[in-house]
Each structure stands twice: as structure tokens, then as C-alpha cells.
């Protein structure tokens, strides 16, 4: 069977950030090595003892992100018995599950009790075996305002059709820490800066560097933020084009779980819904995750001449930092065009990787994908010119 609906237009940014880890995954277990040798044969006991181990947990705290990935990845049936034992089951009407087979018959749809809030989530039963959890709020929109209801569905559909259930969705571990880790910086690590900088045990030069690896946990952990926001903007992207924008602009924010910092707003949802159409916004959706990662370039400069300072080395100028910063992000660029550019030909087999079955064609012409390329490709060949 066929299923019905455009391909999904913006690649798997999530997937790619979740690839990026796996790679460095060497560097990683040198950082988590290097955080329990901080907490365990740190600095002796006193306040400002146990302030910097404090400060070297909080400043790996992006380095557990890819365990916590990975489990939610290599355990969907936990997340699913979770699930089940925390939600419990509801009628489903006969309408909503047509509506569902329509864009991806091999979706499973189930009725929960889910939080007051809470439409609708996705959360798998296997790799392949995606299910859409349907809250008696959504049953009830779906008789007073149809039009938000199916795009809240199409929205779930999306995520199923390009494997973000594994990740995304209900009983998360992954989306867990990914709200939590952005907070626990700031909020650990400012009170721990405070107390070194009260301490006359502590140079002022280690409050500093630690201030700087602050920084520099803080940005990490921005990327999967900007890849999960990605996603759901992609899976808003795909309703709109379904079912059109009338939907997407009555669904009020009253309606959505206010899931932290994990989810875009709906105001900024509706608003970018409106301008998807144009061919800025749509190179914009296209490129954003590689755009975080160059944004975050002034951040990674500015740790970088604080830090060579602190060690006594020589700076000859901001601009040998920030092309220290692409020359090392080359990987990250070369990936990032080849997914930008080849999406036309792999967003094919990626849905069908997911969906077992044919689908559409993409709703995004070709050359808007030729042009958000252009962003990963100039900075690659910065990075290899340089």
C-alpha cells in the first residue's frame, strides 16, 4: 500500500547530531574518565574542593547527552512498557485511525491518558514499529475543530515517517536530559563560580577557565536543542502542507504541553508557519541546524582567546581562532552538505526505511536545496583552505 502525503522536506538534523556524537565517541569516554577522576581525586575537601568537582560534572554534562541517546535509542520497548504502565488506555474513534492510515498505514495508533496538556506523542514499540498516542483532548478537538486535529496528527505522522520516535516522544530519556542539561548548567554552575570567586584558596585565573568551560558546555548542549527544535519544526512543515495553515494558526498555545525548552513555541509555530512558503524561509528550514553551529562561532572565539591568554599563549588575531573553530568542524560541514544536497534523492529510502512503503514525492523544489547547500559548502571549503 501507498502511503499517501509529500515526502518529509527538511533532513534528519537529530540523526545527524546523534551520528557526530557516535564518532567522537573516543573523546567521550576521555571526558567521562576525566570527570570521575575530577570528582574522586580532585581538588581536597573544603567548600572550594568540592565546588570544582561540582563545577567538573556540571561541565561534562554534555558528554552524557550521547549515552542518554543511545539508550532511548537501543531500548524502545522499555520506553513502550513505561508507556503502557504510566498511560492509561482509551478509546480511539473509528475516523482518527483512517485519517492515520491514509499517510502511514503501518502506524500504530493508540488512545492514552496522557498529561493535561498533552495532545498526542509519539513513542516506539520497536525500530520499526512507531506508535501515535492519542490523548481524550485531541478526540475532543477532533469533533470541535477538525482542522487543528489533523494537523497535531500529521504532525505525529511526520515524526514517524522519518524515525523520530526512537528518540522523540513520550518516555524519553534523551528529550529528558536534553531539557534538563541546558538548565543544570547555568543553575549549578553560576552558584559554584560564586563560591571560587568568594574563596581566598582559588586564583582568580581558575574561576575564569571555569567560567569558560561553562560557556563552553552551554553552547554543546544548544545543538541537540537546535536539532530537536529542527525536528519538530520538519514534522510542522509536513502538516502544513497536508492539511494546509488554517490549522496550524486556530491551534491554540493553550493546547501544547509546555515541554521547556525542547519544543519550539507555538506562537513562533504558527508565525513560521506563514513564511514557509517563501523561498528565504525555506532555505532558512533547510540550513538552520548547520546556522546554530555557525552562530555559535563568536561564543567559540571568545573561550578561545580567554583561554590562550589564561596559558600564556601568543593570539595573534580573533581570526586564527575562528578558523581553528571551522578547520576542526570540518566533518560536521562536509555531512552537513552532503545530507542539504542529496536530500532530494535519500528522502526516499530514509521514509521508506521507516514507513516500509513508497510514498510521495518532496513538496520543496530541488534548487532550494542547491542554495541552503551553499552554507555547509562555503564553510567546508573555508575549513580546508585554511
Known sequence: MRARGPLVAIPPWLWL?????????????????????????????????WTVRLLAVVESLPALMLPAALGTLLLPWLRARRVHRRHAPVEVPEQILEFTRRYAPGVAVRGHALPAGRL???????????????????????????????????????????????????????????????????????????????????????????????????????LPVAALWSAELAADRFAVETQGSAGM???????????????????????????????????AMLAGWPLVYLLLLPLAVAIGVIGRLLLGDEVRGVWSVAAHYLVMSWPMWLAAL????????????????????????????????????????????LSLTL
Open 17 to 49: 547530531w546523534l551520528a557526530l556524537c557516535a564518532a567522537g565517541l573516543p573523546a567521550a569516554v576521555t571526558r567521562w574518565t576525566s570527570m570521575a577522576g575530577a570528582f574522586l581525586g580532585g581538588p581536597g575537601g573544603g567548600l572550594a574542593g
Open 120 to 222: 498526542a506523542a509519539v513513542y516506539p514499540l520497536g525500530w520499526r514499529r512507531p506508535v501515535i498516542a492519542v490523548s481524550p483532548a485531541l478526540v475532543r478537538l477532533w469533533h470541535t475543530d477538525r482542522a487543528a486535529a489533523r494537523i497535531v496528527l500529521a504532525h505525529q505522522l511526520a515524526h514517524c515517517r522519518s524515525g523520530d520516535h526512537l528518540l522523540l516522544g513520550l518516555a524519553s530519556p534523551f528529550v529528558l536530559s536534553s531539557r534538563l542539561a541546558p538548565v543544570l548548567v547555568p543553575a549549578l554552575g553560576l552558584p559554584g563560580l560564586a563560591l571560587l570567586a568568594a574563596s581566598r584558596t582559588v586564583p582568580g585565573d581558575l574561576v575564569v577557565v571555569h567560567a569558560g568551560l561553562l560557556l563552553a558546555a552551554l553552547a554543546q548542549l544548544l
Open 249 to 283: 494558526l486556530t491551534l491554540s498555545p493553550s493546547r501544547s504541553s509546555p515541554l521547556g525548552i525542547t519544543r519550539p513555541p507555538v506562537r513562533l509555530r504558527r508565525r513560521l508557519a506563514t513564511v514557509w512558503a517563501s523561498p528565504a524561509g525555506t532555505a
Open 338 to 381: 552532503v545530507l542539504i544536497g542529496g536530500w532530494p534523492l535519500l528522502a526516499h529510502t530514509w521514509t521508506r526505511l521507516w514507513t516500509g512503503q513508497r510514498t510521495g514525492a518532496l513538496g520543496t523544489p530541488a534548487r532550494a536545496y542547491w542554495t541552503a547547500a551553499a552554507l555547509p559548502g562555503l564553510c567546508l571549503l
